[in-house]
């Protein structure tokens, strides 16, 4: 797997995550003064999550290389 491949997985996992992350927001939206700093908390969390989404794809890729 290139670096490359891992971007793309990346990329790939954290649009997948912002977007779900989006579409659910909006059912239990409100008003609040404080949403926003949700929303931020929130987003920080989808891209790590991504992250390790990334790494454990890149992990399981290189296991597979060492066992041929």
């Given at each position: 797997?290139s ?42 969390i989808v ?22």
């Amino acid at each position: 797997m290139s670096k490359s491949d891992v971007i793309g997985v990346f990329i790939l996992t954290m649009v997948i995550n912002v977007v779900l992350f989006f579409i659910l927001g909006d059912f239990f939206s409100s008003d609040l003064p404080y949403e926003t700093a949700i929303y931020s908390i929130g987003t920080i969390i989808v891209i790590l999550l991504s992250v390790i989404i990334t790494l454990l794809v890149y992990l399981v890729e290189i296991m597979k290389g060492k066992n041929k």
